[in-house]
């Protein structure tokens, strides 16, 4: 069995507007950004746990929705277990994202809403209590 290191993952995550991405993550979101790289095919914004990485090359499709991501070039979806769902909503929404799924209670103590990124890549922010 895997012994991790840390208690969080590192993502990479495939984006055609790396200044779209950059202001989604970093502004909207706050997660750091901690530099500007090169990966092996496109540059490379560092945000904390989601290094975004820019790329010409991957094709644009219309991506809406879980079962039409290309599993080549995107992922299918990514949450955040948060604390603050209703400020994260509005902050959202005053940025003019729309949400794909609406502040939803799913069962008992947890309540969740989505957005897609500017690539269209699923985010979901999960708050229990």
Request: with cysteine.
């Amino acid at each position: 069995m895997m012994q991790a290191a840390k208690d969080s993952i590192d993502l990479g995550i495939m984006c055609g507007d790396i200044h779209a991405s950059l202001h989604f993550y970093h502004d909207l979101l706050g997660l750091p950004n901690v530099g500007v790289t090169e990966a092996t095919t496109a540059p490379c914004i560092a945000c904390a746990l989601a290094p975004v990485m820019s790329s010409s090359s991957i094709p644009r499709t219309d991506r809406a929705g879980l079962h039409r991501q290309s599993p080549t070039t995107c992922l299918r979806y990514l949450t955040f277990v948060v604390t603050n769902l209703d400020e994260v909503i509005q902050r959202l929404e005053a940025a003019h994202m729309a949400f794909t799924r609406p502040k939803t209670t799913i069962r008992p103590g947890t309540t969740i809403a989505m957005v897609q990124d500017p690539d269209g890549n699923m985010v979901a922010f999960v708050e229990r209590g």
